[in-house]
């Protein structure tokens, strides 16, 4: 059976397209102020790189902030459950799963089938959420995909003591014309984020292998924060992690419909 | 003016010394101080036997123990007392410990209340104080003593930092913002986002989806109105009310606020940002009062 | 005297209130929280009194949502709560 699983995230809205639990296509779009456009568009672009017709879809499922949106949808999946889907999916002995969006956060304890146990929710305040590295990253007037990268070249661990962006955001402006180096405010703001992610997921409990999924976990600089927060030795991450609660959604589609 | 140094202006009284006329420095027994090093403005009190004999009112530097020498010596300033006079000296605000005259410091949530019961009369039971970087809603009773409080220093939303992002954003002076949020046809319905990043998100689809600048002010200012009455309910209000605070200037949030209170806030003839060193140099006066002074 | 230490931010309220007039200092709260999120001393909101109480700590005022959120999963009660005898801790969340 051919799925159509979409996220619509604050962000991006991303698609994937799959036949049974074969990952056929993926497509992604700015949500911007115009959500059926990047549905529409993200959906275009999966569809080009299955080599199918929108015809060929027998259900949509629809995940993330702007789910009640689309009209096509025939399930709406809820969030936590979209990304203990994907976890399970991509790592079966995973019981832990956190995904970092660019506007919340969120975490579950999941069982072996993937089915949520606990969770717990960050959102509504960006200093939680992807929002918090962006907008560090235009106080600091470094481009987003660099923030990560530089992050891990340092080896100063300087405190952050604002709790908020905005705050955080003049403590950052400090830092650097106290001649902070750029990677070591970098990497501040990467411990600072991932301390708040971790002792959320210490809420749920943190048990065996923890899967990130979401486009934050793109960030290599965050990812090393969050592994030496949680003091493990890795921190398991799937291919594309963006997509992960988009084939999440696809996954339980298939099981609807 | 640079527009920083407009904004500062805005957020803080403009700097003052005064000296008051009625009083004698040879009549004095008690000479006390309080000084309030804030994060944008530091204030010095002097207080001859319970009463406020002189202050001054400047720029927060950027070390905080030369802000209070320097606020301390603007208050002393032509009025013929030498600061060895001093019987007591008491340090508050956020930068309370790093004050090197202090003889010790008090919170600025217990000096807030004694110096608005001094400022504002004993009928004052609830003060709001909307700073640059906080808010902090006290209850006090009638002889200034703190019942309930809380701060939030958290977070920028319901303080002067949330009202600046959206001026910049806006490109509306700050002083401007409190008459053009009322310069609009219909009252809109509020920011939805409390979150100053994501209101100002949601700021920019308004503007793209055709609403006028002033419309968005309006939007934010009865957001911010909503946002710091509930910081204030949480305390509960009782009668009467006071405002302190750079916000207490920004009628486009006061006055909003007010309504939603269905409350008119007290007034006073005295500058209310001295509010604070005056609790402290009052408390300063109790403790010499009672034998626990320097001597 | 209700001191609330704590925060509210775009994601909700998170206060810690103490009643100083019930709170006798006794320091179980400070032995029973796992994070040393509460302390034991002077008033320092009321200069006049002798008497020690109990009070958020400085550094954890900022960010309790998340230090305490170990201690808030389903059916747990928090320790700091459990440990006050005369009740005098109240949590806003
Ligand atoms: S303004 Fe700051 S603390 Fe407040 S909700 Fe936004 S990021 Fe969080
Ligand atoms: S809830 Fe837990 S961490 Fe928070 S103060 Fe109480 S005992 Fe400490």
């Known amino acids: 059976m051919i799925v159509a699983g979409i996220d619509c995230g604050a962000k991006n809205t991303k698609t994937v397209i799959m036949n049974d639990k074969k990952l056929l296509g993926k497509g992604m779009a700015l949500t911007g102020f115009d959500q059926d456009k990047a549905v529409e568009k993200s959906l275009a672009d999966a569809l080009d790189e299955a080599g199918l017709k929108i015809d060929d879809i027998e259900a949509i499922g629809s995940t993330g902030a702007g789910m009640e949106d689309i009209k096509d949808a025939k399930v709406k999946v809820n969030e936590i459950k979209a990304m203990a889907k994907a976890a399970n999916f991509f790592f079966p002995n995973a019981r832990t799963v956190t995904d970092v969006g660019a506007e919340m956060g969120r975490a579950a304890k999941i069982n072996e089938e993937g089915k949520v146990e606990d969770f717990a929710i960050n959102e509504k305040c960006a200093a939680g959420a992807g929002a918090f590295i962006e907008a560090m990253a235009r106080a600091l007037e470094v481009d987003l995909e660099e923030m990560g990268p530089m992050a891990n070249t340092s080896e100063m661990a300087i405190p952050m003591n604002a709790q908020c962006a905005i705050f955080a955001e003049s403590e950052v402006v400090g830092l650097i014309h106290a001649k902070t180096k750029k990677k070591d405010i970098s990497k501040a703001i990467h411990d600072a984020m991932a301390s708040r992610i971790v002792s959320m997921i210490r809420k749920i409990g943190v048990n065996k292998d923890i899967v990130m999924i979401g486009g934050v976990g793109l960030n290599p600089g965050f990812v090393e924060s969050m592994r030496r927060e949680l003091d493990l030795e890795k921190i398991f991450i799937p291919e594309d992690p963006a997509y992960s609660s988009a084939i999440g959604a696809a996954l339980l589609t298939l099981e609807e419909a | ?295 | 005297m209700k001191a609330n230490y704590g925060y509210k931010d775009g994601s909700g309220d998170f206060f810690i209130s103490i009643d100083t007039d019930k709170c006798t200092g006794c320091g179980l709260c400070v032995e029973a929280c796992p994070n040393g999120v509460m302390t034991v001393g002077e008033d320092e909101n009321d200069p006049f009194s002798e008497d020690e109480v109990a009070s958020v700590d400085e550094t954890e005022r900022k960010k309790i949502k998340y230090t305490c959120a170990p201690c808030k999963g389903e059916g747990k009660t928090e320790p700091c709560i459990k440990a006050c005898e005369p009740g005098a801790i109240n949590h806003s969340w």
């Open chain 2, 1 to 295: 003016m640079t527009d920083e140094t407009k904004k500062e202006e805005f957020w803080r009284w403009t700097e003052a010394n005064w000296k008051n006329p009625d009083m004698k420095l040879e009549d004095l027994k008690i000479i006390t101080a309080g000084i309030d090093v804030g994060s944008v403005s530091s204030q010095a009190v002097i207080v001859g036997d319970g009463q406020i004999f002189a202050y001054g009112n400047m720029r927060t530097g950027s070390d905080s123990p030369e802000s209070a020498r320097n606020a301390l010596n603007y208050a002393l300033k032509d009025t013929g007392l030498h600061e060895d006079r001093i019987d007591y000296c008491i340090g508050t605000g956020y930068g309370r410990v790093n004050v090197p005259m202090a003889d010790r410091s008090i919170t600025e949530i217990a000096c807030h209340a004694r110096g608005a019961n001094f400022i504002y009369g004993p009928e004052v039971r609830t003060v709001l104080d909307v700073g640059g970087q906080d808010c902090k809603a006290i209850r006090c009773d009638g002889r200034g003593k703190v019942t309930n409080f809380l701060m939030n220093d958290k977070c920028a939303a319901g303080t002067g930092r949330g009202m600046e992002v959206f001026a910049d954003l806006l490109s509306v002076p700050i002083t401007e913002v409190g008459d053009r949020s009322f310069d609009i046809k219909e009252e809109p319905a509020p920011v939805s986002s409390t979150c100053v990043v994501y209101a100002k998100t949601e700021a920019t689809g308004l503007l793209r989806s055709g609403w006028e600048v002033n419309e968005v002010l309006a939007a934010y200012c009865s957001a911010m109105a909503e946002r710091i009455y509930s910081l204030i309910e949480r305390i509960g209000v009782q009668e009467k009310f006071a405002i302190t605070g750079g916000m207490a200037k920004n009628k486009g949030v006061i006055n909003r606020l007010m309504k939603i209170m269905g409350l008119e806030a007290m007034k006073t003839q005295w500058d209310t940002q001295i509010a604070g060193a005056a609790g402290a140099a009052l408390f300063a006066h109790t403790l010499v009062e009672r034998g626990k002074g320097r001597k």
